[in-house]
């Protein structure tokens, strides 16, 4: 019930597709659901957040989009660019819990 | 400034070795954090402080011991590791307003450790 399930593991788009990276989980508890970015030989940073009160979130050229009922939320990133080559990584938080729970992570290459 | 700065930014330690990570952020944050990161995989939290005290240790081995000499700075002792261990050991921080902790946690870079 702890777990968020992110796919696809890794994903392979040209230069100015939309890349897109699926989360499920299954605690209603959750309330604050950050991504975060991580490039090679450096911490993740965070990159977008929701809360379930609202169905879309837009930062620039990443939307996050969230599906309370079905406990799904997504992220979108719009004419991709080589530099957003990275890992990505959904989390899930709950008032109170001091901690994240990560998905698996997903491999995102942009070819040029 | 929402930095978190982590030092060494390499360690190589021989198992009999004692060494210590080290970091430090300036955002007056009060909650910092460790994490334990493999290739390919997720960071795994190791232990939370929330106002100078450990909050939570999710039952890290003994030969990790935290310590957090002032709201700044964040330590993590290193003694008899494993080769096992070897990982990029990632320091956090949030604003760690209580009850509510589902602030932006800022990462530094992290330190890549090898055990031998």
């Known amino acids: 019930q702890q777990q968020v399930k992110q796919s696809p593991q890794s994903l392979i788009v040209q230069k100015g597709g939309i890349p897109i990276i699926n989360c499920a989980y299954e605690n209603t508890a959750f309330d604050y659901f950050p991504w975060y970015q991580q490039f090679p030989g450096k911490g993740p940073a965070l990159l977008i957040a929701i809360r379930p009160d609202v169905s879309e979130k837009k930062e620039g050229r990443f939307t996050i989009s969230f599906n309370k009922s079905a406990k799904q939320f997504s992220l979108h990133i719009m004419d991709s660019q080589p530099g957003d080559s990275a890992t990505y990584f959904c989390?899930?938080?709950?008032?109170?819990?001091?901690?994240?729970?990560f998905g698996q992570g997903t491999r995102l290459t942009i070819n040029p | 400034d929402t930095e978190v700065t982590q030092t060494p930014k390499h360690l190589v330690m021989g198992m009999t070795n004692k060494k210590s990570l080290k970091c430090e952020q300036h955002?007056?944050?009060?909650?910092m954090y460790w994490y334990k990161q493999k290739a390919k995989k997720p960071p795994e939290l190791m232990f939370v402080?929330?106002?100078?005290?450990?909050?939570i240790n999710e039952s890290v081995p003994s030969r990790f011991s935290p310590e957090c000499p002032n709201s700044s700075l964040l330590n993590l002792h290193l003694h008899a590791l494993q080769p096992e261990d070897s990982a990029l050991y990632l320091c956090?921080?949030?604003?760690?307003?209580?009850?509510?902790?589902?602030?932006?946690?800022?990462f530094g870079p992290g330190t890549r450790l090898l055990v031998l």
């Open positions: 955002m007056g944050h009060r909650a």
């Open positions: 989390a899930a938080s709950m008032a109170g819990a001091q901690k994240l729970v």
């Open positions: 956090a921080s949030s604003q760690g307003v209580a009850p509510d902790f589902r602030e932006t946690q800022y």
């Open positions: 402080y929330s106002y100078e005290k450990l909050s």
